[in-house]
């Protein structure tokens, strides 16, 4: 069955700093990846997903296969930023999501 | 982040009452799902529907029902037999190959 981990459920860094979510995943075959996220009374939703390569808001992610991560990285955190965000992987077509247990980002002034 | 819409947005239950939960989507999509939120355990997902009349159960099905007899509708009902339904329900909507649209939740909790 397929797995997403997120290490981390609290991650605290300073504003300014460089902020970088961990997510690995357990699939043998070539899955899709995504990061959502959850800001404050607001609804999930999506932030990207590794088949787009983009930079949205300043974050960034790069599917790793020979590490099964999908890391998401920021070179500088803003307070906005302070949300919960969950990796989550599907193995195509309309199948549903697996998601990890999530990581909240607090950004500290 | 329009076009789904949950209702309502909180829900009580007394011990032993079914409850239905509303999701509502006008994105004309094919797939719809529903999870449930807790605290530290992420999104599980509950039941899931492909296309109209069809679903299929997910890793927490006991204790929840669904049906799909319209694509814009998928209602979620919590039975008497779901022994911990206090929780956040997502519902989620999504085209084929495409990302998947959240609603905004029901928060239900028994008294």
């Known amino acids: 069955a397929q797995r997403v981990t997120q290490p981390e459920k609290l991650l605290s860094v300073f504003k300014g700093a460089p902020v970088e979510l961990k997510c690995n995943y357990s699939?043998?075959?070539?899955?899709?990846l995504f990061w959502y996220v959850q800001y404050s009374r607001q609804r999930l939703q999506l932030l990207l997903r590794?088949?787009s390569r983009e930079s949205i808001k300043g974050f960034t992610a790069d599917l790793n296969k020979g590490e099964t991560s999908f890391h998401l990285k920021k070179p500088f955190a803003q307070e906005e930023d302070s949300a919960m965000y969950y990796c989550?992987?599907?193995?195509?077509?309309?199948?549903?999501?697996?998601f990890g247990k999530g990581t909240r980002l607090s950004v500290i002034a | 982040d329009g076009g789904i819409t949950q209702s309502p947005k909180y829900l009580f239950r007394k011990e032993g009452q079914n409850v239905t939960l509303s999701c509502e989507q006008n994105?004309?999509?094919?797939?719809m799902y529903w999870y449930r939120q807790d605290p530290g355990q992420g999104l599980r997902l509950i039941y899931y529907?492909?296309?109209?009349?069809?679903?299929q159960k997910g890793d927490i099905a006991e204790g929840y029902s669904v049906s799909r007899e319209k694509k814009e509708s998928f209602p979620l009902t919590v039975t008497s037999a779901q022994k911990n339904p206090t929780a956040f329900y997502l519902c989620?909507?999504?085209?084929?190959?495409?990302?998947?649209?959240f609603g905004p939740g029901t928060r239900l909790t028994v008294l």
């Open positions: 529907s492909q296309i109209v009349n069809d679903f």
């Open positions: 994105l004309n999509h094919d797939a």
């Open positions: 989620a909507s999504s085209r084929v190959y495409n990302e998947q649209f």
């Open positions: 989550a992987l599907r193995i195509g077509g309309n199948t549903p999501l697996v």
């Open positions: 699939y043998s075959g070539s899955p899709e």
């Open positions: 590794h088949i």
